[in-house]
T-cell receptor, first 116, second 115 residues
Framework: SQTIHQWPATLVQPVGSPLSLECTVE??????LYWYRQAAGRGLQLLFY??????ISSEVPQNLSASRPQDRQFILSSKKLLLSDSGFYLC???????????????FGPGTRLTVL | AQSVTQLGSHVSVSEGALVLLRCNYS??????LFWYVQYPNQGLQLLLK??????LVKGINGFEAEFKKSETSFHLTKPSAHMSDAAEYFC?????????????FGRGTQLTVWP
C-alpha cells in the first residue's frame, strides 16, 4: 500500500531564517506531487506541483521554491522566511494521469510552520 | 475553467440530525468530484468520489453525495450526525483528461456537532 510522510510535524522559525520541508511517498512510482498551504481562514492554496523528477510548476509568486530530486521526494524551501509564510503545509500525491485512475489526491499529515 | 463553491463556511447540527453540506461546481467538461474531510492538525482524507456511472456515491463514515448535472451540484449528506463528524469538509473538482491531475478545492465548510 502507498504511504506519504512529511517532516517535521511542527516547526518554529524566526523571520529571515531558511526553510526545508520534506515529503516522501512509498509504494508507488512516478506520482504527481503537490504542495499546499493552509493559512487561517483561507482554505487550501496550491503552491507547487510536479509530474516528474526536476519538473516543477509554481502556482503563485512567493519566496518559496520546490524541488524534486528523486521520483518520490518533494522538498519545499525558502531562503528567508516571512511572517506571512506561517501556516499548515500539506504534501499530496496522485497516480500518474495516464493511469486513468480519476486524479484523487492522497495527503500527508502536514507540517505546522510558525514564523516569529 | 474549473471551480468549486461551498455554500456556508460553518454548519452546526445536533447529534442525530441530518448533515447537509453544499457544493456547486463549474466545469466546461465532464467533472470528477470529490469530498475530503480534515480533522484538526491532520491531512485531508478522501470521503468519497464521483467519476462516472452511478450518480449517488457512498463513502466512508456513512456519508454519501449525489451528482446532479442539471444543478451542477455535489452535496454531501449523512442521515444522522455523530460527534466524531465534527471536522472541516472540502469539495473538489477536476475533469476527465486532466493532464496534470490538479484538483480545484472549495474554501471548506466547518461542521460543528452539538450534543
Amino acid at each position: 500500500s502507498q504511504t506519504i510522510h512529511q517532516w517535521p510535524a511542527t516547526l518554529v522559525q524566526p523571520v529571515g531564517s531558511p526553510l526545508s520541508l520534506e515529503c516522501t511517498v512509498e509504494g508507488t512510482s512516478n506520482p504527481n506531487l503537490y504542495w499546499y498551504r493552509q493559512a487561517a481562514g483561507r482554505g487550501l492554496q496550491l503552491l507547487f506541483y510536479s509530474v516528474g523528477i526536476g519538473q516543477i510548476s509554481s502556482e503563485v509568486p512567493q519566496n518559496l521554491s520546490a524541488s524534486r530530486p528523486q521520483d518520490r521526494q518533494f522538498i519545499l524551501s525558502s531562503k528567508k522566511l516571512l511572517l506571512s509564510d506561517s501556516g499548515f503545509y500539506l504534501c499530496a500525491w496522485s497516480a500518474p494521469t495516464t493511469s486513468g485512475q480519476g486524479n484523487e489526491q492522497f495527503f500527508g499529515p502536514g507540517t505546522r510552520l510558525t514564523v516569529l | 475553467a474549473q471551480s468549486v463553491t461551498q455554500l456556508g463556511s460553518h454548519v452546526s447540527v445536533s447529534e442525530g440530525a441530518l448533515v447537509l453540506l453544499r457544493c456547486n461546481y463549474s466545469s466546461s467538461v465532464p467533472p470528477y468530484l470529490f469530498w475530503y474531510v480534515q480533522y484538526p492538525n491532520q491531512g485531508l482524507q478522501l470521503l468519497l468520489k464521483y467519476t462516472t456511472g452511478a450518480t449517488l456515491v457512498k463513502g466512508i463514515n456513512g456519508f454519501e453525495a449525489e451528482f446532479k448535472k442539471s444543478e451542477t451540484s455535489f452535496h454531501l449528506t449523512k442521515p444522522s450526525a455523530h460527534m466524531s463528524d465534527a471536522a472541516e469538509y472540502f469539495c473538489a473538482v477536476t475533469f476527465r483528461g486532466s493532464t496534470l491531475g490538479r484538483l480545484y478545492f472549495g474554501r471548506g465548510t466547518q461542521l460543528t456537532v452539538w450534543p
